[in-house]
C-alpha cells in the first residue's frame, strides 16, 4: 500500500491536505487489469452483472478509474477496499479520514467552488448530509431489505425513500473484557448490574459527555428504558472515565480494568488481533446498533466507479470481510457465519435502533445528564 499527499488550494476556502491511500492486492478475484470484472462467486444476475459491466466500462473509458471515500475510519474496511480492485481490475480506491466539522468544512467548499475530490462518503447521518446537498441519489443494482429487521430497525437506518444512501452493515456495541481478569461465567447479564458492588473501580469507558460511540450507546439505553439516571449514577461511581475510546482499551487490554461497557465490537476484535487478551460480551437482550450510511458524493469525480463500489459493498464478499472485522451484514448471505462464532444480526437481541429524528432529540436532551454524572 502506498500513500501520498495531495494538497489543495481553492480560493476563498481552507481545505486540508489529503492523505490519499491507494490499495491494491492480489487477493479476491484475482482478475488480471484489463480483462474486465471477475463476478465469479458472488451469486449476481445476469442483469445485475450487466449493468455493473457497463458502468465498469464507463469508468474505464472515461478514466476516472479512482473512487476517493471520505470516512471517519478506514481500517476495517482496507480487505473490502482490496477486494472491490481486484474484481475490478483498473479501478482504485484513495481515502480520507474526515468526520465532523472538518468533514462538513471540506464538503462545503467543495460545493461552493465545483471542485469535487470526494467520489463516496460514508457516515452514520447520511440524512443530513442528503439534506445538504452534498450526496447525489443513486439506486443500488444489490440491495434487498431484510424482513428479519422489520420491527427492530427503523427502516430510515437502512436507506431513503429517495436511494440518496444505503447501510451495508451495523456496528454493534456491547461489553469487553480482559479474559485474564474475568472468566465468562463472572460476566453481567443486565446493563444495570453494572452498578453493583463487586464492579467498583472495575470499568472504564469513554466520557459520554462528549460526542461519540458511548454518548450514542447510552442514549439509545436510557431511551429505552434499559437504564435509568440512578442506575448511570451507581455505573459512574463503579468507573475511570477517560477522554477517548482507545485509552478505555488500552485500560482493558493492559489488565489495569477487566472491562470496558459500551465497546464496539470491530475494536475490540483489532485489539485481540493484535494479541490482546480481550473478548466481546453480548447480552441476552439490550445490545446496542448504529448504521454506517455509504453515500455517491454530490459531483462524484468517478461516478460510475463509485457507483460499481457502492454496489460491491452489499456483495458476498464485502460481507465475508465484514464479519471478519466484527460488524454486522444487513443482509448476510446464508453461506457465510461469523468466524467468532456470533449470531447473524438478526438473531441477536438489540435496542430497537430509532430513527435519527428521535435519536437526535434524545441525544440533546440526555447530554446534560451524562455530562454531570461522568466526569474524566
Given at each position: ?9 481553492i480560493?476563498g476556502?481552507?481545505i486540508?491536505?489529503l492523505?490519499l491511500t491507494?490499495?491494491s492486492s492480489?487477493?479476491?478475484g484475482?482478475a488480471?487489469a484489463?480483462?474486465?470484472p471477475?463476478f465469479?462467486?458472488?451469486?449476481l444476475?445476469?442483469e445485475?452483472?450487466?449493468e455493473?459491466?457497463?458502468?465498469y466500462d ?8 479512482d473512487v476517493?471515500?471520505?470516512?471517519g ?5 482496507v480487505?473490502i477496499?482490496?477486494g472491490?480492485?481486484a474484481?475490478?481490475?483498473g ?17 462545503e467548499?467543495?460545493?461552493?467552488t ?5 467520489s ?9 448530509y ?12 444489490v440491495w434487498?431489505?431484510n424482513?428479519?429487521l422489520e420491527g427492530?430497525?427503523?427502516p ?5 425513500g ?5 447501510s451495508?452493515?451495523?456496528?454493534m456495541?456491547?461489553?469487553?473484557y480482559n479474559?485474564e481478569?474475568l472468566?465468562?461465567?463472572d ?5 444495570a ?5 463487586e ?16 454518548m450514542t ?5 436510557v431511551?429505552?428504558?434499559m437504564?435509568?439516571e ?5 455505573i ?11 485509552l478505555a ?12 461497557p459500551l465497546?464496539a465490537?470491530t475494536s475490540?476484535i ?5 494479541g ?7 447480552l ?12 455517491l458524493a454530490?459531483?462524484?469525480p468517478?461516478?460510475a ?6 454496489n ?18 444487513t443482509?448476510?448471505d446464508p453461506s457465510?457465519?461469523?468466524p467468532?462464532?456470533?449470531p ?8 430497537t ?17 451524562f455530562q ?5
Open positions: 500500500m502506498t500513500k501520498r499527499i495531495l494538497p489543495i488550494a480560493a476556502a481552507a486540508p491536505a492523505v491507494g490499495c492480489d487477493g479476491g484475482g488480471a484489463g480483462s474486465g471477475d465469479e462467486g458472488l451469486g444476475s445476469a445485475v452483472e450487466e455493473l459491466t457497463a458502468l464507463e469508468a474505464i473509458e472515461s478514466g476516472q478509474t476517493m471515500i471520505y470516512a475510519h478506514h481500517d476495517e474496511f480487505a477496499y482490496e472491490f480492485e474484481r475490478f481490475p479501478l482504485t480506491v484513495s481515502t480520507g479520514s474526515y468526520y465532523g466539522a472538518e468533514l462538513q468544512s471540506l464538503l467548499a467543495e460545493n461552493e465545483g471542485r469535487h475530490v470526494a463516496v462518503i460514508s457516515n452514520p447521518n447520511g440524512d443530513r442528503a439534506e445538504q446537498g452534498f450526496v447525489q441519489p443513486y439506486e443500488l443494482a434487498e431489505v424482513p428479519a427492530r430497525v427503523d430510515t437506518q437502512l436507506t431513503d429517495e436511494h440518496m444512501y444505503y451495508p452493515w451495523t456496528l456495541f456491547n461489553m469487553s479474559t481478569l472468566d465468562e461465567a460476566l453481567p447479564a443486565t446493563w448490574e453494572l452498578g453493583g458492588s464492579w467498583n473501580d472495575k470499568l472504564t469507558f469513554m466520557n459520554p459527555g462528549t460526542p461519540g460511540g458511548t450507546t447510552l442514549t439509545q439505553l431511551n429505552a428504558g437504564l435509568t440512578d442506575d448511570l449514577r451507581a459512574g461511581a463503579n468507573t475511570k472515565i477517560v477522554a477517548t475510546d482507545q482499551l488500552q485500560g482493558i487490554s493492559s489488565g489495569e480494568f477487566p472491562l470496558q465497546s465490537t475490540i483489532n485489539a485481540a488481533n493484535q490482546a487478551p480481550v473478548e466481546v460480551h453480548f441476552e437482550e439490550g445490545n446496542v446498533i448504529a448504521t454506517e450510511k455509504w453515500m454530490n459531483g462524484a468517478a461516478e466507479a463509485a457507483k460499481v463500489f457502492l460491491y459493498l452489499h456483495t458476498v464478499d464485502a460481507q465475508e470481510q465484514a464479519l471478519k472485522s466484527g460488524n454486522f451484514p443482509n448476510q457465510l457465519t461469523s467468532y462464532g456470533w447473524a444480526l438478526e438473531d441477536v437481541d438489540f435496542v435502533l430509532e430513527p435519527q429524528e428521535v435519536l437526535r432529540p434524545a441525544m440533546a436532551e440526555y447530554t446534560p445528564m454531570s454524572i461522568f466526569t474524566e
